[in-house]
C-alpha cells in the first residue's frame, strides 16, 4: 500500500522499471510460484472440473458483460465502451495467479484457469467483439 501511495506521489521514482525489466519482473514471479507448485497439484485440479468450466464461462459471460455495464453506466463514447469491452474480455494473467498465491488459495487452479481462457481469447475475443 505505501509503493503504491508513494508512487502516485513520486511517479518518477519507478519510472525505471519499463521495458525489458517488465519482462524479466514477471519471469521472475512466475518462476517463484511456479516452483511452490508439484505436479499431484495438478493432478487435483483435473479432478475437479467444474470450477474450470465455472471460471472459463465466467471469464467470457460475467467479465464482457461487466465491461459492458460499466460503460453504459458511465456512458462512455462508442470507442471507449468497445475498448472496455475488448480489455474485459481479456483473460487474467500473472497478476490474478500472484493475488491467488497471496490469498494462499489454489494457484494450480488460477493457472490451469488462466491457461485455458488464455488459449480460448484467440477464438472468444473476435467472436465477442463482433
Request: one cysteine or more; aromatic letters at 10%.
Amino acid at each position: 500500500m505505501a509503493g503504491g501511495l508513494l508512487a502516485l506521489h513520486e511517479p518518477a521514482w519507478f519510472m525505471w522499471f519499463s521495458g525489458p525489466w517488465i519482462v524479466w519482473g514477471l519471469a521472475v514471479i512466475m518462476l517463484g510460484m511456479g516452483v511452490t507448485l508439484t505436479v499431484e497439484d495438478f493432478r487435483r485440479v483435473l479432478t475437479m472440473p467444474k470450477p474450470v468450466a465455472l471460471g472459463f464461462c465466467a471469464q467470457y459471460t460475467v467479465m464482457p458483460l461487466l465491461g459492458w455495464g460499466i460503460g453504459r453506466l458511465l456512458q462512455l463514447d462508442t470507442p471507449f465502451a468497445v475498448g472496455l469491452i475488448l480489455v474485459s474480455c481479456c483473460p487474467g494473467g500473472t497478476a490474478s495467479n500472484v493475488v491467488t498465491y497471496l490469498a494462499r488459495a489454489n494457484v494450480a487452479l488460477s493457472v490451469v484457469m488462466t491457461a485455458a481462457s488464455t488459449f480460448a481469447a484467440v477464438f472468444m475475443t473476435p467472436l465477442l467483439t463482433s
